[in-house]
């Protein structure tokens, strides 16, 4: 969602407050080894492309098939309803699908994954700029064809609020071979909370599935990153990207008994686009943003360029 203290000025005073509240938030909480380092990050501006579907115009989430490699999925942010686009990489239009019975509130971020030998997506509306939300939502259904029209009427909700006190979140990860979904929250401050939840079973059904009580989240750990908009794996790495307005955050997978928050990510500049705030990593380590704005642009930092 629209931050409206994106970009801001800050006062001496304030900085003073900030750096008193920020110092008492350490006490609890787990942080990276070392504050992230520096990478090669050029872009290439050959590689932009714009969505050429009017419709996209907040693009606050981006996926890719897992039943095309070539096509991605994205879809708005709070104010429309709960529909996904599809795109190829060039930004033509190929398909689309509705929620059935879902009444978006704020749809931040997706994730695309295999379970059970089975192409799903998640669909996480969790945003809460004011931080007033008692639960936030996510999405589990099986991706439609993303070369077609449809609409998706047998989807799983599971209801989640944090231990701690609702907050703002805009990135999400699903990592099949841990079972956890992961949740990463949005701070002006540079801390971005870390919540784990259990990947739910592929349930088959025609209609609706909502869990009956919310899930509780205790926090596992926080990354020293202000402003976290999105995240994704690199499926050929097995590295978790992050990114927020201005860079992205490559962190090496799990290793061992190490979690990925727990090495030193590489930070990267990304382009320089209106407000980036959706990625997804193809097969090949190729990382690709979106940015609100109409026309949406579409851009790629590859690998090489990493």
């Known amino acids: 969602m629209k931050d409206a203290s994106h970009p801001v000025a800050w006062g001496n005073g304030l900085i003073l407050v900030a750096l008193v509240i920020f110092a008492e938030h350490l006490s609890s909480v787990v942080f990276a080894d ?5 990478g090669s990050g050029k872009f290439d501006s050959a590689s932009v492309a714009t969505l050429e579907n009017a419709s996209v115009t907040e693009s606050s989430g981006l996926a890719f098939s897992n039943l ?3 096509l991605l999925w994205t879809h708005n942010d709070s104010g429309d309803s709960a529909r996904l686009f599809a795109f190829d990489r060039n930004g033509k239009t190929t398909g689309g699908c ?5 009444d978006a509130t704020d749809f931040e971020d997706m ?7 089975v192409a799903r997506l998640v669909v996480a509306d969790v945003g809460d700029n004011g931080s007033v939300r008692p639960f936030v939502s996510l999405y589990f259904f099986d991706e439609p064809p993303p070369d077609q029209q449809t609409t998706v009427k047998g989807w799983t909700r599971i209801d989640v609020r944090y231990a701690d006190g609702p ?3 805009e990135a999400i990860l699903v990592d099949v071979r841990r079972g ?3 949740l990463i929250t949005k701070s002006f401050l540079p801390v971005a909370s870390v919540y784990e939840l259990p990947l739910p079973k592929r349930v088959r059904h025609n209609g609706d599935a909502t869990a009956a009580e919310a899930q509780v989240l205790a926090r596992v750990a926080a990354l020293p990153i ?6 994704d794996h690199d499926p050929a790495a097995g590295d978790v990207i992050l990114t927020n307005y201005f860079q992205m955050f490559r962190y090496a997978g799990d290793q061992n008994d190490k ?5 030193t990510p590489t930070a990267i500049d990304l382009p320089r686009l209106k407000q980036i705030e959706a990625v997804a990593v193809d097969r090949n380590g190729d990382v690709w943003v979106t940015s609100e704005a109409s026309p949406t642009p579409l851009a790629k930092i590859k690998g090489d360029q990493q």
Do not use: G, I, N, Y
């Open 98 to 102: 509705e929620l059935a019975a879902v």
């Open 259 to 263: 979690a990925w928050w727990q090495s």
């Open 226 to 231: 202000p402003l976290v908009t999105a995240a």
């Open 180 to 182: 956890v979904v992961t």
């Open 34 to 38: 070392e504050v992230p380092k520096s």
């Open 68 to 70: 095309s490699s070539d």
């Open 167 to 169: 907050r703002d979140c």
């Open 111 to 117: 994730a695309s994954f295999v379970q059970d030998s």
